[in-house]
């Protein structure tokens, strides 16, 4: 990889996660472009609907809502700029749009947890005490629940954007090869001379102590719901019960599986190819699984989506 102690300047990042790759790269061209315009105009499609339709007004539709917007933030940091280095001989990046990229990646991607666990807050409430649904989850504590969630992800990232700064001040300059398709957290660690067992610490304690909290307010809600719907006495009521949630917990496995994948492990655990499509999983997959996954499966959604084109109330079981 290379590095260049002592110099007095910003290294510039070579992006060459994809040069190994054996697909041509007009053909990743193409499908990232695919995939990036699918993810937005269907996100997009998303927060309109909900957005317009009074029926898409629970705060179940909220959330949902703002986590269409963040996973186009989350596209949006790292795919446009994964374009532009397919097709260009020379992909660099200075270190400052880096850390830009950084910085808004993690804050995107902290908030995607946050605002799933969130969800399944909802999703527990919705089948454990339906009676006081709309009396627990209205809009008023959701909007507060999102503002935590957002000023938690942004403290998170400038504790971890303080502690890559120092590696850099002073340590590194020149051309750095930096094995990713954008600027992610281990690939900039690797790239460093200094000593990075603080970061790697801060990652492990903090980013772990911060993923424990959400994913276990999930597990737990999953158990008690999972409980509630046993007792449930007619099949029918299960189905429902599991239809409600059920989207939510496909969402739950994409993204909390590979953030795991790629950061609770000890990094030398990790090879390029399974860093590479677990990067591509929940950078640009799982932003665009997710307006699929919640309108396929739901038929307030597709209902929606009818009046939206004008077909009246198309509501298909």
Same mark, same amino acid.
């Given at each position: ?6 110099? #007095? ?46 029926? *898409?007004? #629970?705060?179940?539709?909220? *959330? ?23 097709? #260009? ?73 303080? *502690? ?26 690797? $790239? ?27 597990? *737990? ?9 046993l007792r449930l006495p007619s099949a029918a009521g299960r189905r429902r019960a599991v239809s409600t949630c059920g989207s939510h917990l ?6 909390y599986g590979t953030i795991i994948w790629v950061y609770f492990q000890p990094p030398s655990q990790n090879s390029w190819d399974q860093d ?27 209902? $929606? ?13």
């Amino acid at each position: 990889m290379g590095c260049a102690p002592n110099a #007095s300047h910003s290294p510039v990042f070579l992006l060459l996660g994809l040069s190994r790759a054996r697909v041509p790269p007009l053909l990743l061209f193409l499908l990232f472009l695919a995939i990036y315009l699918t993810t937005v105009m269907g996100n997009v499609t998303l927060v309109l609907l909900i957005s317009r339709d009074s029926r *898409l007004q #629970s705060p179940m539709y909220y *959330l949902l809502r703002g986590l269409s917007v963040i996973d186009m933030g989350l596209s949006t940091v790292t795919l446009p700029q994964l374009l532009s280095h397919l097709i #260009s001989d020379y992909p660099t990046i200075p270190a400052v749009r880096c850390l830009a990229q950084f910085f808004f990646f993690y804050v995107f991607g902290v908030m995607d947890t946050l605002v799933i666990a969130v969800m399944a807050l909802d999703c527990y409430v919705a089948i454990c005490d339906p009676l006081h649904y709309t009396l627990v989850m209205n809009r008023q504590l959701c909007a507060r629940l999102l503002t935590f969630s957002w000023l938690v992800s942004i403290l998170h990232t400038v504790l971890h954007v303080g *502690l890559l700064l120092s590696l850099w001040v002073g340590d590194v300059g020149g051309n750095l090869n930096l094995p990713h398709f954008f600027c992610d957290h281990r690939p900039l660690l690797r $790239a460093s001379c200094s000593d990075t067992h603080s970061n790697e610490l801060a990652i492990f304690l903090e980013g772990g102590f911060l993923m424990l909290g959400p994913c276990s307010l999930i597990v *737990l809600s999953y158990v008690r719901i999972g409980a509630t719907i046993l007792r449930l006495p007619s099949a029918a009521g299960r189905r429902r019960a599991v239809s409600t949630c059920g989207s939510h917990l496909t969402m739950v496995g994409f993204l909390y599986g590979t953030i795991i994948w790629v950061y609770f492990q000890p990094p030398s655990q990790n090879s390029w190819d399974q860093d590479m499509v677990a990067a591509v999983m929940y950078t640009a997959i799982t932003p665009l699984a997710n307006p699929f996954v919640y309108s396929l499966r739901n038929k307030d959604v597709k209902s $929606a989506l009818g009046r939206l084109l004008g077909r009246g109330g198309w509501a298909p079981d």
